[in-house]
């Protein structure tokens, strides 16, 4: 083995040892210092999150969106975007705007800046806030538009601003479209057969799935998910559109003229038995709304066994609140002796439960006055004539 | 002809027919689809599809 092999050096390779003729060999230049500059090719106003985006190595569509957030959110973005035209040089140029931005002059540039932004800083936020008030929602829906196009098609938040407009249009366009889509889907699951619309999402499914070995349909995912999410909320809160709309009171005059069941698709039933000449013993009731408020009201004497379900909502009986999702109370207390105990089934799918007697009705019409002097008893979680058995319960 | 399946498309589509299928056996009364299933359930579809959207853009 050649020696010159086991230092890993050619017989005409020169050596650190042996110098060329020419002297030593320069090193090979680096690469050139990153210099921030504001750019001229990809820019929308003056080019400074184009050179922030170069600089950074990150896409400039972030320190975009964070100027024209610091705008709308107090109004400091556009003091620091014209500073920044002011002090950093355009690309290809060896100073900055501002002659005095550079050398010695630099730092009473700088500290000037700063200054100007101290002092109007304060006004620019008072304003800021009004602003804020409109400018952050649209920014918000512009932003949301741009991502949701950029999930639909593929285009992603880059391009001049034109570009990025166009996006955020088209965005809204499918957004609204969607919301469209989703009433009309859940007012379908409502009102329709229980089976219609799962069946045409499990056929979207299908197709979209067929489709993925023979020709993508992508477009057809984001109004099936749509349509399944309004069809999910539908089933999950029981909603039914049975009974119609609008505001509905029944006042029975006897237990004749009481129904066992009443029912309601949108709006807001009342049954006041207040008036209600009602025998002793048990007497079953039932109260279905789809979206709304159920809302029972009793005489003093009389005693509620409830048992009521509320997709999402509240239920409040005799002046006790439950609010939230999947909510069911339960609650079947014994009737005093000789006294009359209505057996109440309530179901509601979005909205209110309320059971109450003529105590918290003079509260309500008393606009809800705490001082009001009613029965000290109100806010019982039961009617004052039922016995203390029973033991109520949340679902 | 198709070298093979498009994935985001296949799954988006597997992740709306288990949807429908959910909501056809809530239909039938097979069971009682609640808010604390239904949650989890949209969750789990939106989130396999972004994923498998995601990661069909990065091949």
Redesign the interface.
Known sequence: MDVNDTQGNGPDEPTAEQPTAEGPQAPPPGPPPRRLTRLRTDRVVGGVCGGLGRYFNVDPIFFRIGAVALIFAGGAGLLLYLAALLLVPGEGDSAPAVPGAQGRNRGWVIAGVVVLLLFSLPFLIGGGFLLAGVGIPIALLVGTGVLVWW?VS?EGPSGDAGDIARRAILGIGVIILCVVLFFAAGLGAAAGP??L??????????????????K???WL?LP??TV??A???V???DIDFDGGIGQREYRPASSVDLRDRYELGIGELVVDLRDTDLPKGDVPLELDVGIGEARLIVPDDVCVATDADV??GNIAVFGRDHGG??IAYEDAPDAKPTRTRVLLNADVGVGEVRVHDNRAELFFRHDFNPDYEGDPEFGSPRSAACESDGQASIG | M?SG??????V??????????V??L???AVFD??????GP??CA??GA??VA?GLG?RR
């Open positions: 999930l593929g229980d089976w619309i799962p069946a045409l999402i499990v056929v979207a499914g299908g197709a979209i799935a067929a489709g993925a070995f023979l993508p349909v992508r995912v099936a998910l399944a999410m069809a999910g909320i089933a999950a809160a997709g999402m999702v999947d | 198709r399946p498009d994935i985001p498309s296949l988006a589509g597997l992740a709306v027919l288990a949807f429908g299928g909501l056809m809530d239909a039938f689809l609640s808010f604390a299933a239904f359930l949209a579809t939106a599809i972004l959207n853009r």
